[in-house]
């Protein structure tokens, strides 16, 4: 906004008076130890049994030319800046599939719930972390598939009714490198790992999950061009998150996440802000 | 995007197969009672002592024409449709100061913190919920004072460190009328409530408390033409929370907040899903 006044106001206090008061950054982040323990409940769940008193990030920045499924890539420009408004900001302009995102049931399905039709208590999960690293570094069309289901249950216990389970392929990593995230230069020729359908619909039908997430562009493998997973388990009325970050810093089993998607009015899906705490 | 092969096979599934397996949505939400009480951290916090079984959305639906300080309004049109591409997602281009969102202390001060900038853990935080809507309802110019703090503190105890103050003036209820909403027909000729620059600076400085948030436009009232809680507050590189939801419905004392903003790149502040629990 250029209003009148806005900018002689704000610029003529800073000229004349300084910026403003003490900055008090370094107390405040003094401060943010203690008051992230304060903040932070308890964990009830959980393996340790002590407080929750860690966080962790699993959102990627969200940031102009993003690597998407297809074109175009998130865009932003100027709408102000200090010199001319005497305040900054930005507009932007992206596909709802853009960054660490959410894939709405109704992206595939129509009848299916859009984004404002997932209550906030559908967000907040407990978090279940399938670690395929290995087999991805070797071979980036891997899938979670059941057995990796099986075998983490095996080391960590049983996947809890209500569940995030996630897919820690490693490729997080590769954000900012659009090749190599996307394994091809444009569709069908993808190559990144996903859930194979027969493991997201064991998850919805025998583990009663509440969603599943992917370190990747898509919940399906990229060499995938019948998108099983997104027709199958979108079509249970459960949601997907994409492009998560930092899944290899959350303890496998007891964390909670947050997926703070922004209510998108009829949104297939769209950007949010995920984290966990422990 | 419009990729070869993806209307053909996803629409070619649904008319051979039919809408795929069970749809799941009774069984999903009859368990997402329990399934959040499992889910929700139980609060060591609080006056209840008890477990923390409850959330709140504190955020608006992101909608086209939310009424903004100054245009634009946010906009969306469909970039993919069923029937054509066999899926269906929107794109949307708004100012980065629309819908429920964050004011970044780099919104007006220069060399502040931006989005990216602030941590996860300054994004949970301690709720205090400050209610001036007996005031408000009488004068739109109204504003949380310093008397309204301390009025506050006697009846529901110290605000902790590190916490989130929010005003309550009712005005989130207006928000789907922009000429209610915003109290006046354009700037500077607006009238809807907000913190005095005292009282602001009396949490940053008194009380340490990490953000403030309003459920009007502005953390400054709607007739400041001098912006002072922006200039003041931001200043300390503390952060703003605009257009909150439902704060009538948590309670004053004791919730835990969580504040989901998108990581924008170089964010002056921007759209957030934001929730409490308790």
């Known amino acids: 906004m250029c209003l009148p006044g806005t900018v002689e106001t704000v610029r003529e206090r800073i000229e004349t008076e300084g910026l403003p008061r003490l900055d008090r950054r370094a107390a405040l982040l003094g401060a943010a130890g203690a008051a992230l323990a304060a903040a932070l409940p308890a964990a009830a769940r959980g393996r340790s049994g002590a407080g929750a008193t860690s966080v962790q990030d699993l959102t990627h920045l969200f940031f102009e030319g993003f690597p998407t499924f297809g074109p175009p890539s998130p865009a932003r420009e100027d709408y102000a800046t200090y010199g001319v408004n ?3 900001s930005q507009t932007w302009t992206f596909h709802e599939h853009s960054g660490t995102h959410m894939d709405a049931p109704g992206h595939f399905i129509p009848g299916k719930r859009l984004t404002p039709d997932i209550p906030v208590s559908d967000l907040i999960a407990p978090l279940a972390v399938i670690d395929i690293r290995r087999k991805a570094a070797r071979n980036p069309d891997a899938m979670v598939e059941v057995s990796d289901i099986r075998k983490y249950e095996r080391a960590h216990g049983a ?3 209500g569940a ?3 897919m820690d392929s490693g490729w997080a990593a590769k954000v900012e490198n659009s090749d190599a995230f996307k394994g ?3 569709f069908p020729n993808y190559h990144f790992p996903g859930f194979s359908s027969d493991a997201a619909m064991f998850l919805a039908e025998e583990r009663n999950v509440r969603a599943i997430g992917v370190d990747t562009l898509s919940l399906d493998p990229g060499n995938s061009s019948t998108f099983d997973v997104h027709v199958n388990f979108l079509g249970t009325n459960r949601y997907g998150v994409e492009n998560l970050a930092n899944l290899g810093s ?8 947050y997926v703070g998607v922004i209510p998108w009015e ?3 899906g769209g950007p949010l802000r995920a984290f966990a705490t422990w």
């Open 164 to 166: 995030l389970v996630a």
């Open 250 to 257: 959350v303890p496998p089993a007891g964390a909670t996440v």
């Open 86 to 88: 005497g305040f900054y």
């Open 159 to 161: 996947i809890p009714a």
């Open 266 to 268: 009829e949104g297939s």
């Open 184 to 186: 091809g230069a444009a």
